[in-house]
C-alpha cells in the first residue's frame, strides 16, 4: 500500500492539508494518508495523526523576528517537541512513498528528514510580502514538485533556475461558498450580515469579545445589521458564550447542531453562533469582521470585503495584520481605535457600495483561481506512483 505523510507548519495550513488530502483519496482510494502536525493538535476529516504534537502559545506564530512568542514558546516546550518531532521524522524513514510540506520552509526543512519524495505547499511568503531568501531557495530545489500561492512569486523563483509548478493557493477551494442548508437558519431575520472570524487560536476568545463590543455599537445604530459569530473547531463554544454574557449579552440556546447558542440585547437577537464550515457564511456576508488568517484570506478570495482591526498588543500581531494587507491589497481594511471607532469604519464602508466592490474585486484577483487543491493531489498522487 502507498503511503503519503502531510507536515504542516499552522493552523491554516493544517487545513490545507486536510483540503488536499480529501482530493488525493478521491483520485488515489487506497493511498494511506498521515499527517504530523509542527504546531497545534487539529482534527482531520481525511488524515490520521501521527507524531508528537502540542499546542503552543503563540499558535505557531514565531517567524520574522516574533521575540516574544518565540520566548513563550520556548517556556511551553518548543524545543523538546522539536526535538521529538525530529526524531520521528527520521524514524520513518522509508516509510512513506512521498512527503508533502504545507507551510514554510521550516516545515519543509523537517519533511525532507523524511526522506521521501517531497512536495511542497508554499502558504506563507509571496513577493508581494516577502521574497524567498537565497538559502530558502536551497531548500525548495530539493523537493520534487513546488508550489507557491501565487504566479509572481513562481515566476520569481523561475528566474533564479527553479522548477516551479503553476501557482496553487489552496485557501480559494477551501472557502468556495457551500450551500449548507443550516446557515438559513443563522441569518433568520438579519437584513444586512456580518460574518465574524475572530481566528483559531487561543486568542480568538479575546478576539471576540472585542468584535461583539464592535457588533454592540453596529446593532445599536442599525436595526437590521445581524451577525454570525464562526467558532473555529477544537474551540469552545461555551467559553464564548461565557465570555458574551459576562459583559452583558442575553444568551439563548438553540436547537440547531451547528448553531450552538445565539445573542440578544433588549429582546433582539442579534448574533447566532456557528460551529459549521466557516466557509458557508459567506454565501449572504456583506462584510467579513475578522482577526483571522486563512479565514481572513478565504473571505477575499469569495469576494467578501473584509475588515479587521489593529488592537493594541503586541508588535508581533501588528506585524502579521501589515503582513496580510500587503497579500490582500485593498480587499482588506483595518481599522484603529476602540470599538466605537471601529463601528463606524465599519459602518463607513456598509454605507459605500462601491468601495465593497472594489474590495470583492481586489480580493479575487489577489487570491486566484480554484482547483489548487485537486492540481496538487493529482502531482502528489504521480509521485506515489514513481516511487
Same mark, same amino acid.
Given at each position: =500500500? ?29 493511498? =494511506? ?30 517567524? =520574522? ?83 507557491? @500561492? ?111 447558542? *445565539?445573542?440578544? $440585547?433588549?429582546? @433582539? ?19 467579513? $469582521? ?52 471601529? *463601528? ?10 462601491? @468601495? ?16 489548487? *487543491? ?8 504521480? $509521485?506515489?506512483?514513481?516511487?
Amino acid at each position: =500500500m502507498k503511503r503519503v505523510l502531510f507536515v504542516s507548519n499552522g493552523h491554516g495550513e493544517a487545513a490545507i492539508a486536510d483540503r488536499i488530502a480529501a482530493e488525493l483519496h478521491a483520485v488515489a482510494p487506497e493511498v =494511506m494518508l498521515d499527517h504530523l502536525a509542527l504546531v497545534g493538535e487539529p482534527v482531520s476529516d481525511s488524515l490520521r495523526e501521527v507524531g508528537p504534537r502540542r499546542t503552543m502559545p503563540s499558535g505557531g506564530l514565531i517567524a =520574522m523576528g516574533n521575540i516574544a512568542n518565540l520566548m513563550q514558546d520556548l517556556r511551553a516546550g518548543l524545543l523538546p517537541l522539536v526535538v521529538a518531532q525530529r526524531k520521528f521524522l527520521r524514524a520513518v524513514r522509508g516509510s512513506y512513498d512521498v512527503a508533502v510540506a504545507v507551510g514554510d520552509v521550516y516545515a519543509l526543512a523537517m519533511t525532507l528528514r523524511a526522506r521521501a519524495r517531497t512536495v511542497f505547499v508554499g502558504t506563507a511568503k509571496s513577493v508581494r510580502v516577502a521574497r524567498y531568501g537565497a538559502l530558502e531557495e536551497r531548500v525548495l530545489r530539493r523537493a520534487q514538485a513546488c508550489f507557491v @500561492r501565487d504566479e509572481a512569486t513562481a515566476q520569481a523563483l523561475r528566474e533564479h533556475g527553479l522548477s516551479v509548478e503553476p501557482s496553487a493557493n489552496v485557501i480559494v477551494d477551501l472557502f468556495a461558498p457551500g450551500d449548507d442548508p443550516a446557515i438559513e437558519a443563522a441569518v433568520a431575520g438579519f437584513a444586512t450580515i456580518l460574518a465574524l472570524y475572530p481566528g483559531s487560536r487561543a486568542g480568538a476568545y479575546d478576539d471576540a469579545g472585542f468584535l461583539l463590543e464592535v457588533l454592540r455599537e453596529i446593532a445599536g445604530a442599525r436595526p437590521g445589521v445581524g451577525a454570525v459569530l464562526s467558532i473555529a473547531r477544537g474551540l469552545d463554544a461555551q467559553r464564548f458564550a461565557a465570555g458574551a454574557q459576562r459583559t452583558g449579552w442575553q444568551i439563548t440556546r438553540e436547537s440547531h447542531d451547528c448553531i450552538p447558542f *445565539a445573542l440578544s $440585547l433588549n429582546g @433582539r437577537t442579534v448574533l447566532r453562533a456557528w460551529t459549521g464550515s466557516p466557509a458557508s457564511l459567506l454565501k449572504d456576508a456583506t462584510l467579513v $469582521l475578522g482577526q483571522a488568517g486563512t479565514a481572513n484570506e478565504g473571505a477575499a478570495a469569495a469576494g467578501v470585503p473584509v475588515v479587521a482591526f489593529a488592537r493594541d498588543r503586541a508588535s508581533n500581531e501588528r506585524w502579521y495584520r501589515r503582513r496580510q494587507r500587503g497579500l490582500l491589497g485593498d480587499a482588506l481594511a483595518v481599522l484603529t481605535g476602540n470599538a466605537a471607532d471601529a *463601528a463606524r469604519g465599519v459602518c463607513d464602508i456598509l454605507d459605500d457600495p462601491a @468601495r465593497r466592490r472594489q474590495m470583492s474585486e481586489t480580493g479575487r484577483a489577489r487570491m486566484g483561481a480554484g482547483g489548487a *487543491a485537486h492540481r496538487i493531489a493529482d502531482r502528489i498522487a504521480s $509521485l506515489t506512483g514513481e516511487s
